[in-house]
């Protein structure tokens, strides 16, 4: 963790203040009477676990869930808990605030939301829970998750992201939704440019940061406060991610209250049954073995794959490159409007294109059984981002397999990944002159593609996106911070 920088700040408003309930007095002297808590003595609970069977005989029944929640787990094929359902569930029954960390693909989702929909049934009322989460993408998918898994309460569910119309957002909020599931920038300004939707908020009983550790990045912490301060102070507060940061480990520390922190795991983990391998190449060579790849598909058993890069402006050529290749794909990343993105994920998801090339906004949180196969086509500079990457496949016990392409400048970053996984990757095997026989034909392909995307503007749209993001940071006062973080990246190599 001590690549990103600690940012969080001492009065984060996260957790509510713990007060320990003080028991009524009896008319009947009681000869041994239960010392009432200090509040002083209150410390965060923590709890560690690095046995992946933990309470592996535990069913959904002895988490203390209704019995309309254990049908609807049956008719959903959810036969046993998974340690981090296990462990938080009765916990946020309790009425505890909740940090879950557990790692991608082990349900982490309905161990939020199962006890949140018990909660609601008993006093349904809207907006029951607000949901923050840091994609749009993964906004829509635990909004279907919702839905399934209240199904029989007859469920409203509100996504509120950018890149759709405010007015309908508004007005689908001042409907009171049951829960609201967001990305923090776009209910941040809905919050501010409408008087009449903070009260909305006004009695909501559960706050969800889903992703909590890019969540609370730096980049949302504005966001965050504007959210905050609408929120009645009685909420419960429920973290979960995959992924432990230097904020998340921070605002526990900092938390007074009696907070229950479930770590499944030390550090950062990928999932045993996922396969990884690396090949190394040159980076002129980079396409042609990624098409090389993609043409082994069926002969490795491989239904659908997701190519991570690290930039939109990469996405759009390789997604140019490809079609010129007549290879089936869709593109995503946040250069596309939003129509356009869920379309993507939409043809990908019920199976119309085997390949979807996508940036780090696809790298969270999506849970699409068929993904068999991760290429990080691009390395990413942190382990954690790694992490979530190839936690796209190999989920819910499934195997899988995560292949990186790594060149010469990439060879630091894929030992840091390494060491801090605790894992080494093994080699893809291939024959060179196998790979390299389309070269010519990938070479010509690629500079089609290059003289595509200067026509449709391309070019323009990263300008302009640039600017946009700039002066955001401005805004938020971060440019100083990311400048003085890169010196000192830059001074320690």
């Known amino acids: 963790m001590d690549e990103e920088e600690n940012t969080v700040d001492i009065d984060f408003p996260l957790f509510k203040p713990f007060r320990p309930k003080t028991p009524k007095p009896s008319q009947t002297p009681n000869p041994n009477p239960t010392p009432t808590p200090d509040p002083s003595s209150t410390e965060t609970e923590i709890e560690k676990s690095t046995n992946p069977n933990t309470d592996s005989a535990a069913t959904f029944s002895d988490l203390g869930l209704a019995d309309w929640v254990l049908r609807t787990c049956t008719e959903l094929g959810m036969r046993k808990p998974t340690a981090v359902q296990t462990h938080c569930i009765p916990k946020i029954l309790a009425g505890r605030d909740v940090l879950g960390l557990a790692q991608t693909g082990s349900g982490k989702t309905a161990a939020f939301a199962l006890p949140i929909l018990q909660r609601l049934a008993e006093d349904p009322f809207g907006v029951f829970a607000l949901v923050i989460t840091p994609t749009r993408e993964l906004a829509y998918q635990l909004a279907e998750q919702f839905r399934g898994l209240g199904s029989s309460l007859h469920l409203r569910c509100s996504v509120i992201v950018g890149g759709m119309d405010m007015l309908t957002q508004a007005q689908s909020l001042m409907a009171r939704p049951h829960v609201v599931i967001a990305t923090p920038g776009r209910v941040k300004v809905l919050l501010q440019q409408n008087p009449d939707i903070p009260l909305v ?81 040159s980076q002129n060579v980079k396409d042609v073995y990624l ?131 605790g894992k080494q990757m093994e080699k893809f095997e291939c024959k060179e002159d196998e790979v390299l026989a389309d070269i010519t034909k990938i070479y010509k392909a690629r500079r089609v593609a290059a003289m595509k995307m200067v026509d449709d503007g391309f070019e323009e749209k990263e300008k302009e996106r640039k600017k946009q993001k700039l002066n955001t940071l401005a805004e938020k006062g971060l440019l100083k911070k990311r400048s003085r973080k890169r010196r000192r990246e830059k001074s320690a190599k």
């Open 201 to 281: 908020f006004s009695n909501t009983k559960f706050l969800v940061l889903d992703e909590a550790d890019r969540v609370l990045d730096a980049g949302f912490e504005e966001e965050l406060r504007v959210v905050f301060q609408c929120l009645p102070k009685s909420r419960q507060t429920l973290l979960f991610s995959a992924t432990m940061t230097s904020d998340l480990q921070t605002l526990i520390e900092l938390s007074e209250n009696k907070a229950y922190f479930y770590e499944a795991y030390e550090g950062f983990k990928t999932v045993d049954t996922l396969k990884q391998e690396y090949v190394f190449i």
């Open 291 to 421: 098409v090389y790849i993609l043409s082994k598909l069926e002969d490795m058993g491989v239904r659908s794959a997701i190519i991570f890069v690290s930039t939109c402006r990469s996405c759009h050529l390789l997604s140019l490159l490809l079609e010129e290749l007549d290879q089936r794909v869709s593109a995503l990343h946040s250069f596309k409007a939003q129509s356009l993105r869920l379309a993507a994920l939409h043809r990908f998801k019920s199976g119309q294109v085997p390949v979807l090339l996508a940036t780090d906004v696809a790298s969270r949180g999506l849970d699409i059984p068929t993904v068999d196969l991760v290429i990080n086509y691009d390395i990413p500079r942190y382990p954690r981002d790694y992490v979530h990457r190839v936690g796209r496949t190999a989920r819910a016990g499934r195997g899988g397999l995560a292949i990186s392409l790594v060149t010469q400048n990439d060879v630091k970053l894929i030992h840091k990944i390494e060491d801090v996984v």
